[in-house]
């Protein structure tokens, strides 16, 4: 019973673990694409700004 019991608490552990690891994961690639989408929008108009 108590290995049981324990096996549990490690489960639950690891899963919380597991779930704050991908949220953390999900903002970072959230910022990420964020950033990487609001460099690309600069090089557009500068571009589209430089034709005119």
């Known amino acids: 019973m108590n290995t049981c019991f324990k096996l549990n ?3 639950e552990v690891q899963e919380k673990y597991i779930c ?3 949220k953390e994961l999900i903002k ?3 910022k990420e ?4 989408i609001l460099s690309t929008s600069k090089w557009f108009l500068m571009d589209v700004s430089n034709r005119f």
């Open 9 to 11: 608490d490690i489960l």
């Open 20 to 22: 704050t690891k991908k």
């Open 28 to 30: 970072t690639k959230l």
């Open 33 to 36: 694409s964020f950033s990487s």
